[in-house]
């Protein structure tokens, strides 16, 4: 369960905004809505506890956010796509799931790369894919790691129509399975409708 | 940790054996700070050239010095160890940027950041990396640049176990100027500026105990030094740097 | 004023600290004023002509007391850097920064200082002496907190990365100290040493306790200017600042 309270962010002296109080309850999901500019980003990576608020706190499951099991159980996908140029999206995916301390067999990797239609590309070095393939590789994550919480900003950037009812079919299912996701995207998310926050 | 992927869902995705297919992070984090070093050397040797121009910089370097003073033996004898260890110092910084760079600029070192294992010991794994790329070649080329200097082989012996001990302080230490300048405006020039006072007790211990040998006063007393100097180092260094990732990524 | 009626946390406020500012920095100009004409009369006039130095030996006054100054700024700036860290109050912070240009200043005068000793006592601008030597790299020290602050466009975050330097920078002090001391004693046999200055006459030593506490007082008028300056440039955008006469003249 994820609470927001007060929360007011600052970008040098102009703030951001202010106030923001919301709560996301397992097997919900909140869209975070704005015209550019007005702290999307921000607040999401408040959320994922990358960025301190000026004002307010967040909390997960009662307790300040920011610790171990907050980490473990948290995934977060920010604009840039995550993935190491000169590494192969196997590569990328064995990594980041050992940075974590767990282990990824390659079979597995290469069937969760599959299912997000890079098949045959496991083995190139990532430099050599698409803004879209690219930004599937750390998609892939979603699958390879369990995680309570997904974070996810502009997800659905650079995908083509079946990948976007992919990952939109992928965040249904988290969310139906007792999951929580916080998104924003500049497009009609596919879902069906979750909490709206305005900033 | 009750599974988040009830088998109807992941039918409905096609992935056969689930519980198989997502990973259980495990409490091992020397095996997160393994894999970051691993990852890091990994990304080295596919850009050799990088790490080879910090290297042929310190040849460069090593060889200014007679041609800017005179081939005279006895003063290179006595310049040896200092140009030795200055170019050591220089041929570090180049590589310093290297190591948070371009992890930040293509977004890795947030996840990084996120990553549930404990961030000082992701940093130690990279600072390893940079000193077995930028560090330990240096230990190896020393002694057959110290030739040049016409350095005994016992002193050629010290300069190497000083470098040995001090090149894994100037990592260390570097971190924490790499880690604070991170994406901010004249990075390099500024991380320098940051970062070479602080090595000046390394460099100071470092060439002392070359000079020591050669007096015949033994190295015993600098080396030891060098020793504490990567202890406290090794110690600090990680907190220090987490600290100051944290603030770089606000 | 008791202790009890004075509000002390109110005054970590930019806003309640500025005209308090405003108020003490007369007082301390006035006491380095003092202290200043006391010491420099003492240093010039009462104590007595060196016997091996003659009374070149004079700028010990400005010298030592310089040195002093550097070193305990840079620990003050680091401790109020530090609190600005681990508490999140702006004014710690911005009285770091305030400082910072006054410290460097003084490890420049005792460089500067210690030039215009050495040459007509040793013969040269310039001896690696140790204190000098630190003296050098503890200016070093200060450009590269100032520098990084300068550098950093977001004011917050120029002030903890700023604040991790200082602190590191602090526990590497002492040993670059004990390192510079050590490598000086080595090569040096020499008795070019501005340690070991001229064996102290009590009125020397007076001389340079009061031009110590001159320049202490002087740091503190000069830090609180700049402190008021930076409280004014980071709380632009707020009401009182806008209401202040400054705002519109």
Request: hydrophobic share 55%; glycine share 8%; aromatic share 10%.
């Amino acid at each position: 369960m994820l609470t927001v309270h007060n929360l007011t962010c600052v970008r040098g002296t102009r703030p951001l905004f202010t106030g923001v109080d919301f709560a996301v309850a397992p097997g919900s999901w909140a869209h975070v809505r704005g015209p550019n500019g007005v702290g999307k980003t921000s607040l999401l990576r408040i959320l994922a506890g990358l960025a301190k608020p000026e004002e307010g706190e967040v909390r997960w499951n009662g307790e300040k956010i920011g610790g171990e099991e907050f980490r473990r159980e948290l995934m977060y996908l920010g604009h840039r796509a995550a993935v190491k140029d000169d590494l192969t999206a196997l590569e990328n995916l064995v990594f980041a799931a050992e940075m974590d301390g767990a282990t990824l067999s390659r079979e597995h990797a290469e069937d969760a790369l599959q299912r997000f239609g890079l098949a045959g590309r496991e083995d190139l070095p990532v430099r050599f894919l698409s803004a879209g393939q690219k930004r599937r590789v750390l998609l892939a994550r979603t699958v390879t790691r369990r995680a309570k919480l997904w974070i996810l900003d502009e997800p659905f950037t650079a995908l083509d129509v079946k990948a976007v009812d992919f990952l939109a079919n992928l965040v249904a299912e988290h969310v139906k399975a007792g999951g929580m996701a916080v998104l924003t995207s500049h497009q009609a998310i596919p879902l069906a409708p979750g909490q709206v926050v305005e900033l | 940790m009750s599974s988040l992927r009830p088998p109807e869902t992941a039918r409905a995705l096609g992935l056969a054996g689930t519980d198989a297919v997502l990973s259980e992070p495990q409490a091992s984090p020397f095996k997160a700070m393994l894999s970051v070093l691993r990852r890091d050397l990994l990304l080295a040797m596919r850009r050799k050239a990088e790490v080879l121009t910090a290297l042929f910089f310190f040849l460069i370097v090593s060889s200014l010095f007679p041609l800017g003073i005179g081939p005279e033996p006895a003063l290179l004898r006595k310049i040896g160890p200092g140009v030795l260890w200055v170019g050591a110092l220089l041929a570090t910084m180049l590589g310093l940027q290297r190591m948070f760079y371009s992890d930040h600029l293509d977004g890795t070192l947030e996840q990084m950041v996120l990553s549930s294992a404990p961030l000082p010991l992701l940093v130690t794994g990279k600072v390893i990396a940079h000193w077995l790329v930028s560090g330990l070649p240096v230990v190896v080329l020393a002694p057959v640049l110290g030739l040049q200097f016409d350095l005994d082989p016992g002193a050629l012996w010290i300069l190497a176990l000083g470098l040995l001990i001090g090149t894994p302080v100037l990592s260390l230490i570097g971190a924490v100027g790499a880690a604070l300048t991170l994406g901010v405006r004249g990075g390099g020039a500024l991380l320098s500026l940051l970062v070479l006072p602080l090595y000046i007790p390394t460099l100071i211990f470092g060439a002392g105990a070359v000079q020591a040998h050669l007096s015949g006063q033994g190295a015993g007393g600098h080396l030891s030094l060098l020793g504490a100097l990567l202890a406290l180092t090794l110690f600090f260094v990680p907190w220090a740097t987490t600290a100051a990732l944290r603030i770089s990524l606000e | 004023m008791s202790y009890r009626l004075i509000n002390w946390f109110k005054l970590s406020s930019p806003y309640s600290f500025f005209p308090l500012a405003g108020r003490m920095i007369p007082w301390f100009w006035a006491l380095a004023l003092v202290f200043g004409v006391a010491g420099l009369y003492m240093g010039f006039f009462v104590a007595p002509t060196d016997a091996t130095q003659g009374d070149s030996y004079r700028i010990i006054f400005l010298h030592v007391p310089a040195s002093w100054l550097s070193m305990f700024i840079y620990i003050v700036m680091a401790f109020w850097a530090g609190m600005g860290l681990a508490f999140n109050t702006r004014l710690s912070s911005m009285w770091a920064l305030s400082l910072a240009p006054t410290g460097a200043l003084m490890a420049f005068l005792s460089l500067w200082t210690g030039a215009l000793w050495g040459k007509p006592t040793w013969g040269a601008w310039w001896v690696w002496d140790a204190r000098l030597t630190s003296e050098l790299i503890l200016l070093f020290l200060y450009l590269g907190f100032m520098a990084l602050h300068a550098a950093i466009d977001e004011p917050r975050r120029a002030d903890r990365a700023a604040a991790v330097l200082a602190l590191v920078g602090v526990v590497n002090v002492p040993i670059i100290y004990f390192s510079v001391k050590w490598w000086n004693t080595l090569h040096q046999g020499s008795s070019v040493s501005m340690t070991k200055a001229p064996s102290m006459a009590q009125t020397m030593l007076w001389g340079m306790l009061l031009m110590a506490l001159c320049f202490w007082m002087y740091s503190i008028a000069a830090a609180l200017t700049r402190l008021r300056a930076v409280i004014l440039e980071r709380e632009a955008h707020t009401d009182w600042v806008l209401r202040l006469p400054e705002a519109t003249a």
